[in-house]
């Protein structure tokens, strides 16, 4: 069985740095790429980052970029996303997921559980 | 960026049928995928490749895909239907996106 545990978030302040992790469990890892996504109270779900199987190809969402970094550890089969340079504007519950669009034609049917970030003073 | 457009709620009455549109420019030239999303659940795909259930989804959930407007349509619809639903547009060239989703009400 496919398993994405969730784990890192919290309540930082502006300005602050917080990862999160994503630990994999019931497939091959290392033959995955794998997305972020987040949602906003009450807003949409919202890409953040991609990174592909050799851990070197990576994107970022223009929101993100320059202040989140995404990695993987392939040995600890679990994936990463360094998030610094914190604003409110980045309170979300974060998703990490398993990139399936090939195979699924754009699906993407297995998800983490999610984790909340807020950000506040 | 590329936009999707879903209306923000949508109501049905219990064993009636519900439709959730999806609006996009040549949106029918991708393929969508559609999540049910229940309050603190992650997202559950219900339908992609524009039609299709994965394992376990009900035959009451279908969608359609063609010009501009995809639709996924619940058939004889429950009270546990009711959910937040997004759809999602993908061709191998672009990065996810996300519709604004909708909230379905079984009244």
């Known amino acids: 069985e496919v398993q994405l545990v969730q784990s890192g978030g919290g309540l930082v302040q502006p300005g602050g740095s917080l990862r999160l992790s994503c630990a994999a469990s019931?497939?091959?890892?290392?033959?995955?790429?794998f997305f972020w996504v987040r949602q906003a109270p009450g807003r949409a779900l919202e890409y953040v980052s991609t990174?592909?199987?050799?851990?070197?190809?990576?994107d970022y969402a223009n929101s993100v970029k320059g202040r989140f970094s995404i990695s993987r550890d392939n040995s600890e089969n679990t994936l990463y996303l360094h998030m610094g340079s914190l604003r409110a504007d980045d309170t979300a519950i974060y998703y990490c997921?398993?990139?399936?669009?090939?195979?699924?034609?754009?699906?993407?049917?297995?998800w983490g559980q999610g984790t909340q970030v807020t950000v506040s003073s | 960026s590329y936009d999707l457009t879903q209306p923000s709620s949508v109501s049905v009455s219990s064993g009636e049928t519900a439709s959730i549109t999806c609006s996009g420019d040549g949106l029918g030239a991708k393929y969508v995928s559609w999540y049910q999303q229940r309050p603190g659940q992650s997202p559950l795909l219900v339908i992609y490749q524009d039609n299709k259930r994965p394992s376990g989804i009900p035959e009451r959930f279908s969608g359609s895909n063609s010009g501009t407007t995809a639709t996924l349509t619940i058939r004889g619809t429950q009270a546990i239907d009711e959910a937040d639903y997004s759809c999602?547009?993908?061709?191998?060239?672009?990065?996810?996106?996300f519709g604004g989703g909708t909230k379905l009400a079984v009244l």
């Open positions: 019931g497939f091959n890892f290392n033959g995955y790429a």
């Open positions: 990174i592909g199987i050799d851990g070197l190809t990576k």
């Open positions: 999602q547009a993908w061709d191998s060239s672009t990065a996810l996106v």
């Open positions: 997921a398993r990139d399936d669009t090939g195979s699924w034609y754009g699906g993407i049917p297995n």
